[in-house]
Nanobody
Framework: QVLLVESGGGLVQAGGSLRLSCAAS????????MAWFRQDPGKEREFVAG????????NYANSLKGRFTISRDNAENTVFLQMNTLKPDDTAVYYC?????????????????WGQGTQVTVSS
């Protein structure tokens, strides 16, 4: 059984930082492209960042470049999302996802496995 378990969400003031983690189990982690999506009620699901299996390729939503950084530790089967200079618009549930594309897709339907999500709330 594949499990993706996110952690690290919470309430933070605007300008603050959070580091999300996603622990994966039940899959050959280094074979999978990993990504983060987010969704706020009433808004569309949005690609945040993705990283290839070997960590060599990373991509980001254009609006988030420079503030968010994705990384992974294949020895620990974990992917991370460092979020800096947070804004109220970053408030959403953040989902960790896994897929088998060679490079991270920005389309949510290209991913096979999803975590349950972690809430990030940024207050103004």
């Amino acid at each position: 059984q594949v499990l993706l378990v996110e952690s690290g969400g919470g309430l933070v003031q605007a300008g603050g930082s959070l580091r999300l983690s996603c622990a994966a189990s039940g899959l050959s982690f280094s074979r999978y492209t990993m990504a983060w999506f987010r969704q706020d009620p009433g808004k569309e699901r949005e690609f945040v960042a993705g990283i290839s299996g070997d960590g060599a390729f990373r991509n980001y939503a254009n609006s988030l470049k420079g503030r968010f950084t994705i990384s992974r530790d294949n020895a620990e089967n974990t992917v991370f999302l460092q979020m800096n200079t947070l804004k109220p618009d970053d408030t959403a549930v953040y989902y960790c996802v896994a897929g088998l594309s060679d490079t991270p897709s920005t389309s949510w339907y290209r991913y096979i496995y999803w975590g349950q999500g972690t809430q990030v709330t940024v207050s103004s």
